[in-house]
């Protein structure tokens, strides 16, 4: 049984190496929107399991359930690689108020900056001075500021057409808020959320203090968009009014964690490393449907589907599910690490944490200016799929460890119009993922994992 099992094989790789590219291609999108698993996995790992922050109960069961699904696909090896994470715990719901006069309050939306301390027991209740960037504190200075929240409220770009470039201009605003706030003498930050859209969901992510000591560092909350304008309109009206908010977050210490690992030995050049790969941890509002379920799904199904079409891999294929993207970067700095140590070849790697909507293609992260005109021949491959990005860019967080003067780094890139209105806040959950965009993102990835492991990329 075994050796027809292997002949069958072979025949079916015969047949498949006798294809044109434009045939695999269009097997590798039918098997991902008929046969795909990328949805079904997405719904365990959302509504049975949760949100999974670093540390977490639920990110301990997402291993082992990722580990068991890879298991189950018959792969030449899976394994944990373990890597110390951060705990961080959110503790009690937030609570906040905007105080006109005395006893006239107006509740708002917030939750605590993962990574912040918490108010005192009783809250901080204290003016408030509106700042539209970080570099307007220095002009204040510290007599305008001690004392008070500082309000950071500069919107993202409505008018950036690429919405990660919004994002890129406004979140040093939550990144670095509370750091730069306290030398100036501020006794809690409030950051506008990183959301494109006008709603009530605040939406978290991480800030940090630098190198500030413990006794040094002041309470930091999003407060949803909504709000963030009741509470500007508020101010230009009346200076004097305060803002109360008391939050019970902790930083614990760090626990055992993994990145969950699964390969495909190649058959000519198994040395050669190409990986695939997302994010497990997720923030703890939603269950991180999007942010990074999606892409780590759509990772594991890349391998599901190339095996399920007979392709047999001239390279090492390799999934790589890392932990602790959201506040710490632990798993892809201790991949990158590992690897480095065992003189691994990384030659392509390819990272999905855009959201699982529809793809539009790739941006690529590389020092080799000729790769990005070869990835660009193979623009009317995808043209039937509508997939059309071929761009020099960015790759990705996890996978920015790797960086070297020969790697190519991949960024997938879905359409992000609407990614922000549901990254790091509850709203981010399986009800706001299309099963059709979802699969269509996982044939987009094995579609050019296929490509380069057929030509490489010299």
């Not at 609570?95 to 912040?116: D, H, M, Q, R, W």
């Not at 305008?144 to 500069?154: D, L, M, P, Q, W």
């Not at 560092?217 to 004097?240: C, F, Q, R, W, Y």
Request: overall charge negative; glycine content about 10%; proline content about 3%.
């Amino acid at each position: 049984m075994k050796q027809f099992l292997f002949v069958l094989s072979l025949l079916f790789a015969l047949q498949l190496s006798a294809q044109t590219d434009s045939e695999v291609l269009d097997k590798i999108y039918t098997t991902s929107l008929k046969e795909g698993k990328s949805y079904s996995w997405l719904d365990h790992l959302s509504n049975q399991i949760g949100s999974r922050l670093s540390g977490s109960l639920g990110a301990e069961l997402a291993v082992a359930y990722t580990k068991e699904e890879l298991d189950k696909l018959g792969l030449d090896k899976v394994w944990l690689q373990p890597v110390m994470v951060p705990k961080w715990v959110r503790g009690a719901p937030e609570f906040a108020y905007i105080e006109t006069s005395p006893g006239k309050t107006t509740s708002v939306n917030i939750c605590a900056l993962g990574g912040s301390v918490a108010t005192p027991n009783a809250g901080v209740k204290a003016e408030v001075i509106e700042v539209k960037s970080i570099d307007e504190l220095d002009k204040l200075g510290k007599d305008k500021i001690a004392g008070k929240i500082v309000f950071f409220n500069r919107p993202m770009q409505a008018d950036a057409i690429r919405t990660f470039d919004a994002y890129s201009g406004a979140v040093d605003q939550r990144s670095s808020g509370a750091r730069e706030a306290v030398k100036y003498g501020a006794v809690a930050v409030i950051v506008r959320s990183m959301n494109l859209r006008l709603d009530n969901f605040p939406h978290t992510g991480n800030t940090g203090y630098g190198d500030l000591p413990p006794s040094k560092h002041i309470p930091a909350a999003a407060i949803s968009t909504n709000d963030a304008e009741v509470l500007s309109g508020m101010l230009s009206l009346n200076k004097d009014i305060k803002f109360f908010f008391r939050q019970n977050c902790k930083q614990l210490k760090d626990v055992q964690s993994y990145n969950v690992i699964g390969e495909i030995k190649g058959s000519e050049f198994p040395n050669e490393y190409i990986v695939v790969g997302g994010h497990l941890d997720s923030w703890d509002l939603g269950d991180g449907s999007h942010d990074d379920g999606a892409g780590c799904v759509q990772s594991m199904d890349v391998l599901r589907v190339l095996k399920k079409i007979g392709y047999k891999p001239k390279r090492t294929l390799r999934v790589v599910l890392f932990m602790n993207e959201e506040n710490g970067l632990r798993g892809g700095t201790e991949y990158a690490k590992v690897a480095k140590e065992k003189g691994e070849n990384h030659i392509f790697a390819l990272e999905s944490d855009s959201g699982g909507f529809t793809p539009r293609g790739f941006s690529f992260d590389t020092s080799d200016e000729t790769f990005v005109t070869k990835a660009q021949q193979w623009k009317p491959l995808f043209e039937p799929y509508l997939v059309h990005q071929f761009v020099k860019g960015y790759g990705g967080a996890d996978i920015g460890p790797l960086k070297n003067d020969t790697i190519v780094l991949a960024g997938f890139v879905s359409d992000s119009q609407r990614y922000f209105d549901y990254h790091h806040a509850k709203i981010d959950a399986f009800d706001a993922i299309n099963k059709r965009e979802l699969e269509l993102g996982t044939a987009t990835m094995a579609s050019m994992i296929y490509l380069i492991d057929k030509y490489g990329t010299n």
